[in-house]
């Protein structure tokens, strides 16, 4: 993947990407360290029973809510894909990847990548690094570019397991570049709570799921602006919806499971 770039036309969506949580259908070796969960189906996830970023080869597909992609002119949506593991700054990670693509009045083709770097351990799921890739097309012509962010003490992205009334922040600073800019130090706030549970039908299904209310500030991915939202979080499978912008129309699951 080239080095990456960033445009809030091109990326806002992806502000609100969902980390992704499957049954898991064989056991891969447990390099992270961490406990492990039962997910259901008899398998220890690493990452606890929320997230499946450990699982290489599933996928997600998500398209925007009617009503949202009205209000942002524009159609279309993204796949999130589980990659496997590699090696870190001297750890093994979990990768993940984005990619979204939107067709709009302002912009005819919007594209836009994003990959993900995490660990996992008892404690739960932490973001190491992520970096993008963007394009957008017009009547001028085309438009690229990229961006990138690491984090010298990882924050935590999501706990081992999740109940109503659960609530965690990340308070952190990162190192940011772009195309054609030095590094810089940047700060990031969130803060997560789960506030309910209920059942939401999407194109992938009907599912018994927690509301989480998120608060972000400070996101490159939203030109550092803040942003709030709720998700909806099925058990075994992840984020299904991101309540009025987009919901999960399809997903599968990988049995054949390989690390890389």
């Known amino acids: ?12 969506l992806l502000a ?28 220890d996830s690493p990452c606890g029973p929320w997230s499946a970023v450990w699982q290489g080869g599933a996928q997600w597909d998500w398209v925007l809510d009617p009503a949202w992609a009205t209000e942002q002119e524009k159609e279309g949506g993204w796949r999130s894909q589980a990659l496997g593991s590699e090696e870190y700054n001297g750890r093994i990670v979990w990768r993940t990847q984005d990619t979204a693509e939107y067709t709009g009045s302002v912009y005819k083709e919007e594209g836009s990548q994003v990959e993900w770097r995490f660990a996992c351990d008892e404690q739960g799921v932490w973001l190491h690094q992520f970096e993008g890739v963007w394009s957008r097309t017009n009547n001028l012509g085309e438009e690229e570019g990229w961006w990138s962010v ?13 109940a109503v009334g659960d609530t965690w922040e990340i308070d952190t600073s990162y190192d940011y ?7 810089a ?16 039908t999407v194109g992938a299904g009907t599912f018994d799921a927690l509301e989480i209310a998120v608060d972000w500030s ?10 709030s939202f709720h998700k909806m979080v099925a058990r075994d499978v992840g984020e299904v919806q991101i309540v009025g912008r987009a919901n999960l129309e399809d997903f599968e699951l990988d049995p054949t499971f390989q690390t890389q």
């Open 16 to 43: 609100t990407l969902p980390t992704l949580a499957v049954a898991c259908k064989e056991d891969p070796v447990d390099d992270t360290g961490g406990g492990g969960t039962d997910t259901g189906d008899g398998v």
């Open 1 to 12: 993947m080239p080095r990456p770039r960033l445009h809030r036309a091109a990326l806002v």
């Open 150 to 162: 690491e984090f010298e003490e990882p924050p935590l992205w999501q706990p081992f397991d999740l």
């Open 218 to 227: 400070g996101d490159p991915r939203t030109d550092f602006d803040a942003d």
């Open 177 to 183: 570049s772009t195309q054609g800019t030095s590094s």
């Open 185 to 200: 130090r940047m700060g990031l706030t969130a803060s997560f709570e789960v506030v309910g549970e209920q059942s939401v």
